[in-house]
DNA sequence: CATGGTCAAGTGGCA
DNA sequence: TGCCACTTGACCATG
């Protein structure tokens, strides 16, 4: 029996990151060093020290483990891991660590424990992913980033579905050019391996002059499948005609039967802070606002600044038990 | 050992 | 032109 709301949130746990060192000290799947650090000599002279990111990648994968646990044991079944997992993972192929088979026997612990407590694990590279630039080495750095997101998912033993889903957005329209810009996206997507694209999906974007829900539905979901995430808060932005619901309805029918809808929500920090200098795109530490799922069974990454407080915070206002099944 | 300046990547909006 | 915002703090030099 599933609940029809899961909640879930983005990559740090505050209670875990945050944990003192009497206690054990900092919990974090996000170890990374900077590139003067593991770098000698040039861009491209090879000179790497992989050593030290496997160590940190190890620590991280270690970590996760430990995240998935207490998410478990508070009842938060939705979880986006984050991208640092492995630091610099486009630079190096990940069996080039030494520690790697301890860190891919960590992350198969991991899957195997997500499966078991039927946790969703998903991922959502930044944006500097963006398949449909006019720039091919722009082009070919996304497509080395999304499939290493996606390897990290076949080390956790996840059989590729959009259950795991890596969720970019197109991010870019150079112009309103969007008929040139999904064609060079999707040209991009069929250069995918076919456990990425099984993956791989797309979210609205929080600007006029990007791409709305209809969009996406339009220039991708009409032409390769493939399912859109409904951002709450990005869709006011660029409604495009569609209220809400319409919208939040619209992704909906992009997901297969068997994958539960995914969404995000968020709220204005110029809001909370009574801050009208703040960005209007800029999120809250805490959300207030009864999320409205329009009577539909949703998956709900909360990305509020407080992360998993935020979460337990919501529950508490309205009047989830312990267990986080809402009253 | 606490602090604060700084850090890889693309794109677009704004002062 | 340079900052901010997005997926995300964490690193690390300095006192």
Redesign the pocket.
């Known amino acids: 029996m599933t609940e029809k709301v899961r909640l879930g ?4 746990n ?1 209670t875990l ?2 944990r003192p ?1 009497k206690l054990g000290g ?1 919990v ?12 000698n000599g040039s861009d491209d002279s090879k000179d790497w020290d992989l050593h ?1 990111l496997g160590e ?1 990648t190890l620590l991280n994968a270690n970590d996760l483990l430990h995240y998935l646990q207490w998410n478990n044991d508070h009842n938060i079944k939705l979880f ?1 891991l ?3 997992l492995f ?5 190096y192929e990940l069996n080039e660590l030494p520690q790697f088979d301890d860190i891919s026997a960590k992350l198969l612990e991991c899957g195997d424990y997500a499966k078991e407590h039927g946790i969703r694990v998903t991922t ?7 398949l ?4 091919t ?3 070919r ?2 497509i080395i ?1 999304l499939e290493r997101h996606s390897e990290v998912f076949d080390l956790m033993g996840f059989e590729p579905s959009f259950e795991n889903k890596i ?1 970019i ?1 197109v ?7 969007f008929d040139g ?1 999904s064609k060079r996206w999707i040209a991009g997507w069929h250069k995918l391996s076919d456990n990425c694209k099984k993956r791989l999906v797309l ?1 609205n ?6 791409w709305s829900t209809q969009m996406l539905y339009d220039y991708f979901h009409k032409e390769i499948g493939i399912p859109i995430t409904f ?1 709450y ?2 869709h006011s932005f660029h409604p495009d005609e569609l209220s809400e619901e319409a919208a939040l309805k619209l992704a909906a029918t992009t997901w297969p039967d068997n994958v539960r809808q995914c969404t ?1 929500y ?1 709220e204005s ?2 809001r909370e802070k009574q801050d009208p ?7 809250s530490d805490y959300i207030v606002d009864e999320i409205n799922t329009y009577g539909l069974e949703l998956d709900i ?1 909360i ?3 407080a ?1 998993e407080l935020a979460l337990l915070e919501y529950r508490n206002i309205y009047a989830y038990n312990k267990k986080g099944v809402l009253l």
């Open positions: 949130y983005a990559c740090v505050m990151t945050n060192k900092r974090t799947t996000s170890r990374t060093a900077r590139k003067a650090t593991w770098q030290l940190r986006r984050g991208s640092e630091p610099w993972h486009d630079h959502h590279p930044g944006p500097f992913n963006v449909g630039s006019p720039n080495e722009v082009v750095r996304t980033s969720n957005h991010g870019g329209s150079y112009g309103g050019d810009t979210e974007d929080d600007k006029p002059s990007m951002d808060h990005h995000h968020s920090r110029a200098k703040i960005r209007a795109q800029a999120h990454v990305e509020a600044k992360k």
